[in-house]
């Protein structure tokens, strides 16, 4: 299988590609061969045994711009699951012109072994988040398929569970039994109470025992809501979890990925190994802030350690929940101290609070307001069809 195809004959450039091809990053590289360079997708997939196995395709260095940019637009349209990387100078006209053609990163002259395999990896997670982003109609039997979208933060209070909860009772609704929430705030997790539910089985039954191996018997261990979600709430005993590592979390979301189309992580506050595998399988980060100076510096802090983890997703969602503006803080303070903009302004309301205390989140009934315009918002994020967003690194970020 050939996962990667060079474009190039830099021998220098194909060795350290060749040497990063280890580990998770393993597989063939291929280097395109030819009197004449390819100008369409159809003619690099020619000279592969395997095409669906193509992952990442690096145009360059000894590509002119003009046909690089136009084989990496045609990819783009037609198969946005190939990442592709473009060698070449980070000027400014460069930038611009590639992110317009689809390209992912660039790969900039003196990069090192380090910064190859860190280029690698992102276009590989790149490739692997838009094969599952694909609709599940389209996708094979055995293919991941579903959208997992975690929903975090770094302090608690801020409406992790009440976001969450309305999200996944608007999925549910949008697509019946399509949907299931998890509840990864293992010790604390309220998701249960939120939706009204006694949950017979919880996350450590799913991760231990038969589930673990079979799906079917997975699906056994969801609690049915009457929106047609289904949820897996958090253990009742706060030690019950014990033990349970981030490689469980990412095989159960991984499981329930292949099954669902849209697997809706709640999380515990911060950044947990559990916080973090859910994050590393997510398609989609989804924010939650509250309004208060020390909250939002709080949330900026936490985009600067992802953004240092490499971890970016398919798609982010900055949500600000809470929302008083009398209390001196304007959205464009907000937005400065983040650093990028905010999605979907949730404001305070009783609403949200009854509702809470009820355990039947707004989307789940008739209640209209704000609050409840806001979350339909947010739903309509999910539910609009629109193509993923492409982006590039933060060194190349251009807007957010
Ligand atoms: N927009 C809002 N307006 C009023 N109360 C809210 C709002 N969002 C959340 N709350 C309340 O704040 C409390 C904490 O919310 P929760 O979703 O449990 O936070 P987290 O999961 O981040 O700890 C709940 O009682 C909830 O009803
Ligand atoms: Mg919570």
Redesign the pocket.
Known sequence: MSRYVVVTDDLGLLGLIGAAATGPLHGNVHRWQGSRLPERPAEVRNQLERPADLEVLILGPGMPLELALTLAAAFDVESPEVSVLLAGQPDPDIVLAALRAGVLDLLEPETGAAGVAALLHRAVRNAALHRRAVPVEQTTAEAPAGRVIAVV?PK????????ASNLAVGLAKSAPHGTVLVDLDLQFG?VGSALSLSPEHSVSDAVYGPARRDTMVLKTFLSAHPSGLYALCAPESPDAAEGLTGEDIAHLLGQLASQYRFVVVDTAPGLSDHTLAALDQATDFLF?SGPDVPGVRGMRRELDVLAELGMQPLKRHMVL??ADFKAGVSLRDVEKVLGTSVDVV????RA??LS?NQGSPLLNGSVRGP?TKALQKLLARFTAPVAPARRFGPRHRIGA
């Open positions: 933060s608690g209070g801020v409406g992790k569970t009440t976001i309220d939650v929940n809470g949730i404001p305070r309301s949200v609070a809470t609050a």
